[in-house]
C-alpha cells in the first residue's frame, strides 16, 4: 500500500442512470455509518459550493440535488478518496473531522488543476470516514462552468494528483529520508517524482499494513519494516518479467504446470527471495523447522528425519514459488486490461513489493499455523494411537498453496 492513497473515477454523463447514480454517491459518503458527523446533524458533509470557507452543510440533500442537476446538463462529478494507514493518518494529526477538512482544503486545488478545474469555476463536497485501519475522505469535485465533451481521465492524472499530494505532506519527511539515503538534497530544487517514488518504495515495506501473520509470527519485528538492499526491488521485478516472458498466453499458472525453463527461473527467484530477504528466510526456516518437529514425534530415526526436512523445505519453497506466480498473474492480468501495459511500466517495484510481503505473509501463516499444530500434538502425543499418529502426520504433508 502507498504511503498515501489517491483513486478517481467518474460516471459517463451520458449514460442515463449517471445523475440519479450520483445523487445516491453523496447519499453513501454523507450518511453511512462510521462518517464523521457535522455538530448537531445526521450527517457529515461539507465542502465548498462557492468562493470563502468551508461549509458544514446542513442537509445533505440540498448537495445532492445540485449534484443531480449538474449531471443532467453534461457536467462530469469527480468522485474521489484519499487515504492513509491508520499510522499515517495518527502522525498527520488526522484524528478528527475538522483536521481532515484542513488538510482537504490544503489539497484540493492540486486535484482541481490537475484535472483542468479553474479555482473560480471549482465546487465540491466530501465526507470522512473514520475506518480505524483505513481512515479515508470521499471528494466529489467537478468545474460547473464546463460540460466535458469526452470525459476520459488518463491514469497519468491521478498518478500526478497522488505525487504532487505526497511532496506537499510529506516534503519534511521525504528530505530526510533522501538525506538519510545520501542523496544530492542540496541541488535538489525540489522534490522530483524520482524521489518520491523510492520514498514510497521505502515506507511500503516499513508499514506492512495487513500482513498481520507476519507480524505475529516475527512478534512485532515488523514495526520498523523490512531490510534489503536498495537494488532488490528492480531485481526481483526483472526476474518476475523474465518467467513471464516463458509463460504461454492460455492455461493455468501454477508451480506444478510450469515448463521445465519457467519452473527454473521461478525456483531461481525463490532462492533469490530467501537469500536477500532475511524476514523471509526467518519465516522459511521456522516452517521447516516446526513440520520437523512434529515428524520427531512419531519416529526418532535420524535418517528418516532428515529426508523429511528436506521434504518440508522443498514444500516451503512450492509455497513460496506460487507467490512468486501471484505476481506473474498480476503481470499478465495488467497485460490484458486498457492502459495495463502503462500501469506496469510505472509500477514495476511496486509490484516487486508486493510480491515479497504477501509471500512472506502467506509463509508466515503457514509457519504460525504449523507451530500450533506441533503445541497441540505435542499435548496429545501420549494419548494417540499408533494410527491415529500417522494420520496426524499425514495430514500435515506437502502443502505447496497455490493462491
Same mark, same amino acid.
Given at each position: 500500500?502507498?504511503?498515501?492513497?489517491?483513486?478517481?473515477?467518474?460516471?459517463?454523463?451520458?449514460?442515463?442512470?449517471?445523475?440519479?447514480?450520483?445523487?445516491?454517491?453523496?447519499?453513501?459518503?454523507?450518511?453511512?455509518? $462510521?462518517?464523521?458527523?457535522?455538530?448537531?446533524?445526521?450527517?457529515?458533509?461539507?465542502?465548498?459550493?462557492?468562493?470563502?470557507?468551508?461549509?458544514?452543510?446542513?442537509?445533505?440533500?440540498?448537495?445532492?440535488?445540485?449534484?443531480? @442537476?449538474?449531471?443532467?446538463?453534461?457536467?462530469?462529478?469527480?468522485?474521489? +478518496?484519499?487515504?492513509?494507514?491508520?499510522?499515517?493518518?495518527?502522525?498527520?494529526?488526522?484524528?478528527?473531522?475538522?483536521?481532515?477538512?484542513?488538510?482537504?482544503?490544503?489539497?484540493? /486545488?492540486?486535484?482541481?488543476?490537475?484535472?483542468?478545474?479553474?479555482?473560480?469555476?471549482?465546487?465540491?463536497?466530501?465526507?470522512?470516514?473514520?475506518?480505524?485501519?483505513?481512515?479515508?475522505?470521499?471528494?466529489?469535485?467537478?468545474?460547473?462552468?464546463?460540460?466535458?465533451?469526452?470525459?476520459?481521465?488518463?491514469? #497519468?492524472?491521478?498518478?500526478?494528483?497522488?505525487?504532487?499530494?505526497?511532496?506537499?505532506?510529506?516534503?519534511?519527511?521525504?528530505?530526510?529520508? @533522501?538525506?538519510?539515503?545520501?542523496?544530492? +538534497?542540496?541541488? %535538489?530544487?525540489?522534490?522530483?517524482?524520482?524521489?518520491?517514488?523510492?520514498?514510497?518504495?521505502? %515506507?511500503?515495506?516499513?508499514?506492512?499494513?495487513?500482513?498481520?501473520?507476519?507480524?505475529?509470527?516475527?512478534?512485532?519485528?515488523?514495526? #520498523?519494516?523490512?531490510?534489503?538492499?536498495?537494488?532488490?526491488?528492480?531485481?526481483?521485478?526483472?526476474?518476475?518479467?523474465?518467467?513471464? @516472458?516463458?509463460?504461454?498466453?492460455?492455461?493455468?499458472?501454477?508451480? #506444478?504446470?510450469?515448463? $521445465?525453463?519457467?519452473?527454473?527461473?521461478?525456483?531461481?527467484? +525463490?532462492?533469490?527471495?530467501?537469500?536477500? +530477504?532475511?524476514?523471509?528466510?526467518?519465516?522459511?526456516?521456522?516452517?521447516?523447522?516446526?513440520?520437523?518437529? %512434529?515428524?520427531?514425534?512419531?519416529?526418532?530415526?535420524?535418517?528418516?528425519?532428515?529426508?523429511?526436512?528436506?521434504?518440508?523445505?522443498?514444500?516451503?519453497?512450492?509455497?513460496?514459488?506460487?507467490?512468486?506466480?501471484?505476481?506473474?498473474?498480476?503481470?499478465?492480468?495488467?497485460?490484458?486490461?486498457?492502459? $495495463?501495459? @502503462?500501469?506496469?511500466?510505472?509500477?514495476?517495484?511496486?509490484?516487486?513489493?508486493?510480491?515479497?510481503?504477501?509471500?512472506?505473509?502467506?509463509?508466515?501463516?503457514?509457519?504460525?499455523?504449523?507451530?500450533?499444530?506441533?503445541?497441540?500434538?505435542? /499435548?496429545?502425543?501420549?494419548?494417540?494411537?499408533?494410527?491415529?499418529?500417522?494420520?496426524?502426520?499425514?495430514?500435515? #504433508?506437502?502443502?505447496?498453496?497455490?493462491?
Amino acid at each position: 500500500m502507498s504511503v498515501l492513497v489517491y483513486k478517481q473515477r467518474h460516471r459517463h454523463p451520458n449514460k442515463k442512470d449517471t445523475a440519479g447514480a450520483n445523487y445516491a454517491h453523496i447519499r453513501y459518503i454523507a450518511t453511512r455509518p $462510521g462518517v464523521l458527523k457535522n455538530e448537531n446533524t445526521d450527517h457529515g458533509l461539507f465542502g465548498k459550493l462557492e468562493p470563502g470557507t468551508i461549509v458544514e452543510f446542513a442537509d445533505w440533500r440540498d448537495v445532492a440535488k445540485s449534484v443531480y @442537476a449538474n449531471s443532467k446538463r453534461g457536467i462530469v462529478m469527480y468522485r474521489s +478518496v484519499v487515504s492513509f494507514a491508520e499510522d499515517t493518518a495518527r502522525e498527520l494529526l488526522l484524528n478528527d473531522q475538522k483536521s481532515w477538512q484542513r488538510y482537504i482544503e490544503n489539497h484540493i /486545488m492540486t486535484m482541481a488543476e490537475k484535472n483542468g478545474i479553474r479555482r473560480e469555476n471549482l465546487q465540491w463536497a466530501a465526507a470522512v470516514h473514520g475506518e480505524k485501519r483505513h481512515p479515508h475522505i470521499h471528494v466529489v469535485f467537478w468545474d460547473k462552468a464546463t460540460k466535458v465533451e469526452n470525459p476520459f481521465t488518463p491514469p #497519468q492524472i491521478p498518478n500526478a494528483i497522488r505525487r504532487q499530494m505526497i511532496k506537499d505532506t510529506f516534503a519534511e519527511k521525504i528530505l530526510a529520508y @533522501a538525506k538519510d539515503k545520501d542523496l544530492a +538534497v542540496k541541488e %535538489m530544487r525540489r522534490i522530483s517524482d524520482a524521489l518520491v517514488e523510492r520514498f514510497e518504495e521505502e %515506507m511500503r515495506c516499513k508499514n506492512p499494513g495487513r500482513f498481520r501473520a507476519a507480524a505475529k509470527l516475527l512478534e512485532g519485528g515488523l514495526e #520498523q519494516g523490512i531490510s534489503f538492499k536498495e537494488d532488490i526491488l528492480p531485481e526481483l521485478a526483472e526476474r518476475l518479467f523474465a518467467i513471464r @516472458a516463458l509463460i504461454p498466453e492460455h492455461g493455468r499458472i501454477a508451480f #506444478q504446470f510450469l515448463s $521445465g525453463d519457467a519452473k527454473d527461473k521461478t525456483e531461481e527467484t +525463490v532462492h533469490f527471495l530467501l537469500e536477500n +530477504v532475511t524476514e523471509i528466510r526467518l519465516c522459511f526456516d521456522r516452517y521447516v523447522d516446526a513440520k520437523y518437529r %512434529m515428524a520427531g514425534l512419531y519416529s526418532s530415526n535420524a535418517a528418516w528425519l532428515l529426508e523429511q526436512k528436506g521434504k518440508f523445505a522443498k514444500e516451503a519453497g512450492k509455497i513460496l514459488a506460487n507467490r512468486v506466480l501471484s505476481g506473474v498473474r498480476a503481470i499478465c492480468r495488467l497485460e490484458r486490461e486498457e492502459r $495495463g501495459e @502503462a500501469y506496469l511500466r510505472s509500477h514495476r517495484e511496486y509490484l516487486a513489493s508486493r510480491v515479497i510481503m504477501e509471500a512472506l505473509d502467506m509463509l508466515a501463516l503457514m509457519a504460525w499455523k504449523q507451530e500450533g499444530d506441533f503445541t497441540c500434538s505435542q /499435548m496429545q502425543h501420549g494419548e494417540l494411537s499408533k494410527e491415529a499418529r500417522k494420520e496426524l502426520f499425514q495430514k500435515n #504433508q506437502d502443502k505447496g498453496y497455490e493462491h
